[in-house]
């Protein structure tokens, strides 16, 4: 499988049952509940959409400085898509 942008549907369907995502700018490090998140974002959420809602409050996103934004991933994605999708 890969998908420039996959969703959350997508994921689901790759046997993903736990969505990591890391950040080492901020030191974010979460693990969400794929049913949770399909729950409460929707099948069609785009991953890169999702990131974005879950980093909303990174203080790395929050910089005045418009190109520095959340470095968060997904450190598991690499290996279900060959490469990182976020
Ligand atoms: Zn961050």
Avoid: N, W
Wanted: net charge negative; with cysteine; glycine share 6%.
């Amino acid at each position: 499988m890969s998908q420039d942008r996959p969703t959350l549907a997508q994921l689901q369907e790759s046997g993903l049952k736990r969505l990591m995502v890391a950040c080492d700018r901020c030191g974010r490090l979460g693990v969400y509940r794929m049913p949770r998140l399909v729950a409460e974002h929707g099948t069609e959420t785009e991953l890169s959409d999702l990131l974005a809602i879950l980093t909303a409050d990174c203080p790395a996103r929050s910089a005045t400085r418009a190109a520095v934004v959340c470095g968060a991933v997904c450190p598991d994605l690499p290996d279900l898509f060959g490469r990182d999708v976020a």
